[in-house]
């Protein structure tokens, strides 16, 4: 069975929790609790997994980083502040780690109450080539499960195929 494993990554209270919650099926919306580090999602396709991680943030990073398959920035797209830390991520956790874009998906996470208008979010570069959905979980839950079970194939297809290429290499 092919794991993939796909980070969670973004802005303070953008969201990531609720939306790693709802895509994991492990609860429901509740009050706001800050996540004191990194969430690490473990997808076993179609049965998904979560646990959460509560140590040091940054110390931690290099480790959290090393064998992931994939990165989903997650933000608010109504916060300039926003727009200028996802690129930090973009930065960190996807071009320093050599990770492709295609293995990198945006999130322009919605809260009720804030803008949802979804026609004028334009990204400048390097931002602008990467895969960018939204989600609005109380207008329209099924269309981000739907675009992130997408992405999280895509993910399991490139695992297996570079792991394909990898054996195709030791046996030629
Ligand atoms: N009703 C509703 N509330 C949401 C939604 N997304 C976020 N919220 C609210 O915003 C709060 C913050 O969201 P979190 O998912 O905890 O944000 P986070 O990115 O995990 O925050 P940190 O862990 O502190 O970085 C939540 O506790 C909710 O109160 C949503 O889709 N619907
Ligand atoms: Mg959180």
Redesign the pocket.
């Known amino acids: 069975m092919l794991k993939a494993k796909i980070l969670f990554v973004?802005p303070?209270?953008?969201?990531?929790?609720?939306?790693a919650n709802f895509l994991t099926e492990s609860s429901d919306?509740?009050?706001?609790?800050?996540?004191q580090g990194v969430r690490i999602l473990e997808f076993e396709n179609p049965h998904v997994t979560s646990n959460a991680k509560g140590t040091g943030f940054e110390s931690c990073w290099p480790a959290l980083m090393k064998d992931a398959h994939g990165v989903v920035i997650?933000f608010n797209a109504d916060l300039p502040s926003h727009l200028k830390e996802i690129e930090m991520w973009y930065s960190c956790f996807v071009q320093q780690q050599f990770l492709q874009d295609p293995r990198c998906l945006l999130i322009a996470?919605h809260?009720?109450g804030s803008g949802s208008d979804k026609g004028h979010l334009t990204l400048s570069p390097p931002l602008s080539k990467l895969k960018l959905v939204h989600s609005n979980?109380?207008d329209d839950p099924e269309e981000i499960r739907l675009e992130f079970i997408k992405y999280l194939k895509s993910i399991i297809n490139s695992v297996s195929e570079s792991r394909d290429q990898e054996e195709m290499s030791i046996i030629t």
């Not at 303070?12 to 939306?19: H, M, R, W």
């Open positions: 973004g303070c209270e953008s969201g990531k929790t609720v939306l919306i509740t009050e706001y609790n800050p996540t997650i996470h809260k009720p979980l109380e």
